[in-house]
């Protein structure tokens, strides 16, 4: 039986591959741009994160402050921090984690309340990005010691602050609103293929506990750690530049290492959902994508680009990112090979980005001293729902173990409610969809019958139990997810 259901969780997925989907269509391809100048000069923005309620927080590193946007009121606040604040991470509850660089510290604040500090044992490790992962903590993030050439993680086991009550003034901004077409190219892949018959170098990194911090030591005496990013399975990737690509495996404390191609030097780091690492190339000035199960690397060079920055997925699997000598945001669609680059005003250099729930892409620009978003079009007329008869599920199976899963289904589809489809995945517990689940939902681009798989990842904070799986077909943002299967599944997911 066939079922329309309007689903919150996935209905944001849709959002954003349609975005991407808009963008990708010869009739749609402007985005807006709209700039958000920051009150303090030359403040050098450079962290970004969006919190639940919609505002949108960055860093100032040279400003010495954490500034909040609030989008619907045009308003800016910024509070003053410690020093060089780089990277920050906005919990779930709205309290802010700062990196601070020049304070060698990592600080816990509530925007309007009190804080906490810990400085790191590691004198001038010079904390860059913070990642959320797994670990023993209350709270567990990943962080690149740049220059203390180590991975740590802060797993800090409770958190006090004093809460005073703090306001800081709020700064009237307006936004500067401008239609962007991309440039849109073609590129080749450089394919440099591994030796799946040779297993990666393997090394020994004892790992050091003081505090809430436990710290690696990179054996890459001459090269900076530059980023972090946590896998689907636990493991922490880190780069180094021109040095391998290391994957540190926190429970053994063995690291894993996978050589680039000549030439390469890797910046940004991101691991998608099926395992693979997505890397910024600066040598190249190409995206590249290491396969650790083969060893192969592909590179798709960027059409002018100059310093590839940092990375962002979208649901349907496409690449956003920044190149800050380039002055542009971009989008890359891995399975056409093509770029759609979004020029920005001179003098922009996009740092950081991060998306929205609405698929929207949010970034820093360090010297143009603002915060830029992108985003799609009026819709128009969205199609209308699935025709009852046009898609089956015809056979599936689940393997879950721990907070994985991974979904095989055969479906059959007539292409009578348009091209392409996405096929995603909720899972429930006595009727009620349950929250922290993570699936990017498969494309299908074709009529007929055929085959596609999802990995299915829990990222939730404790044991979960569920008892079914809905899967679920999205054609528009903005339109219902048609129920097409319900699977009973009774699993136990353990983060």
Request: charged share 15%.
């Amino acid at each position: 039986m066939i079922g329309v259901r309007k689903t919150s969780f996935l209905s944001v997925v849709g959002l954003a591959v349609l975005l991407a989907g808009l963008v990708l269509g010869a009739k749609a391809q402007n985005l807006e741009l709209t700039l958000w100048r920051i009150p303090t000069p030359n403040s050098l923005p450079y962290g970004i994160g969006l919190a639940a309620d919609g505002k949108v927080y960055f860093t100032e590193f040279s400003g010495n402050k954490l500034g909040q946007l609030d989008p619907e009121t045009n308003e800016i606040r910024e509070r003053p921090v410690g020093p060089g604040p780089s990277g920050l991470f906005v919990s779930e509850e709205g309290g802010i984690f700062l990196a601070l660089s020049g304070e060698n510290a990592i600080q816990f604040l509530v925007f309007t309340g009190g804080t906490a500090s810990w400085p790191l044992p590691t004198a001038g490790a010079w904390p860059g990005v913070l990642v959320p992962g797994s670990g023993p903590g209350q709270v567990n993030l990943w962080l690149n010691e740049r220059l203390g050439r180590k991975v740590a993680r802060f797993s800090p086991t409770t958190i006090h602050v004093t809460l005073p009550l703090i306001l800081t003034p709020a700064t009237s901004v307006v936004p500067e609103k401008s239609v962007v077409e991309p440039v849109v190219r073609s590129v080749t892949p450089l394919v440099y293929p591994g030796n799946p018959l040779l297993p990666p170098p393997i090394a020994l990194f004892p790992a050091t506990t003081s505090g809430p911090f436990t710290e690696w030591a990179s054996f890459a005496e001459d090269r900076y750690v530059e980023r972090v990013a946590v896998a689907p399975d636990g493991d922490v990737w880190f780069s180094q530049g021109e040095a391998p690509l290391c994957r540190l495996n926190p429970e053994t404390n063995t690291v894993l290492y996978y050589g680039l191609p000549v030439g390469s030097a890797a910046l940004a780091l991101s691991v998608d959902a099926a395992g693979k690492v997505w890397f910024s190339d600066t040598g190249r000035a190409a995206l590249g994508r290491l396969d650790p199960s083969t060893g192969d690397i592909v590179l798709w060079p960027v059409p002018e680009g100059r310093q590839p920055f940092a990375l962002a997925f979208t649901p349907a699997g496409e690449v956003w990112f920044t190149d800050r000598e380039a002055e542009l945001v971009g989008l890359f669609h891995p399975e056409a090979g093509e770029f759609f680059l979004y020029p920005l005003p001179a003098e922009s250099h996009p740092l950081f980005l991060v998306l929205g729930r609405d698929g929207s892409v949010w970034f820093t620009a360090e010297r143009g001293n603002y915060v830029g978003r992108l985003a799609g079009p009026p819709l128009g007329i969205p199609p209308g729902p699935l025709a009852p008869e046009s898609f089956s599920v015809t056979g599936y199976a689940v393997a879950q173990s721990g907070n994985k899963a991974e979904l095989t289904i055969s479906y059959a589809y007539d292409g009578a409610s348009g091209l392409p489809i996405w096929l995603g995945v909720e899972v429930l517990r006595e009727g009620q969809v349950l929250a922290g689940f993570l699936a990017t939902p498969a494309r299908i681009a074709a009529p007929g019958t055929g085959e596609v798989r999802m990995l299915l990842i829990y990222q939730g904070a404790g044991l979960q139990t569920s008892d079914t799986l809905r899967l679920l077909v999205f054609l528009a943002p903005d339109g219902p997810g048609t129920v097409v299967k319900e699977i009973a599944f009774r699993a136990t997911w353990i983060p």
